[in-house]
């Protein structure tokens, strides 16, 4: 897609450069001359790095479904530790980016997700949690000298390389750029974790699982424009080129109120997160 220019609501061409900053340059904590450098490392890194679609194919004692299974309990686990949003989805990235290079058993499945927890809260979070007290979550499957082992395992495979393209860092800059309120962000986040579960949705870059979940979420709370000049900069994304995952998104939607696997349905429907899961979802997408 041409960077430059966009076609407006009412056909009229503009420039985009001549869009307005999201940018706020007197506050330090958004280092906002570095931002673009940021960002521009991470589309570069996820443009170029392997796509994790179909990774399953290397596996022959996991699915799938265990995979489902597996991250919807980590969530849980995510959730009761107080952590932070960062290190949820670092954590099933490092998941999926391990299990789509070694071939694992079954009995070590839950090992790599609590090790994959372990190091994406070293990472990025205030604090993690001990060693034994993730043992003991796992009903003392695993011994220290197993996570220990399992954690210099996925360092080394992975090239000590944490600093990975995740939905979360995307979806901050989506949400910039939309002006967006709580209500919104809470919904956004929603639907993006909805997918985290979804083997299907790792056929997406986190980039486009992003853009579809806000635009879906956008529609949903009746925002007019849904896709606005500032989003098509800085998401990168015309509506036509998400329609697609959005349709997918929109799915995972309506389904959750009697999916399975509802730890993330549950968790939005507190209060804290806006009760947002208890907003309908849409019959359709807007045409």
Known sequence: MARSKFLGENGEV????KLPSIDNSNNQLEVAEYVDDIYEYYWNTEAYGAGLANYMSIQTDITPKMRAILINWLIEVHFKFDLMHETLYLMVTLLDRYLSQVSIQKKEMQLVGLTALLLSSKYEDFWHPRIKDLI???AESYTREQMLGMEKSILK???FRLNLPTPY????????AAHSDKKLEH?????IELCLVEYEALEFKP????????????CTLQMSPAWTPLL??????EVSQIRVCAEMILRFHKAARLAQLKVTYEK???SDLGCVAAIKPLDELPF
Not at 207 to 218: E, T, W
Request: one cysteine or more; proline letters at 0%.
């Open 169 to 176: 860092v995307f979806m901050l800059r989506f949400l910039k």
């Open 14 to 17: 503009l420039k985009l450069e």
């Open 157 to 159: 495979q992975l090239k």
């Open 136 to 138: 003991s979550i796992s």
């Open 207 to 218: 980039s486009l699982l992003c853009a579809s979940a806000l635009y879906v979420a956008r």
């Open 187 to 191: 919904l956004a986040f929603y639907l």
């Open 268 to 270: 939005y429907m507190g």
């Open 232 to 237: 098509i900069r800085h998401a990168r994304y």
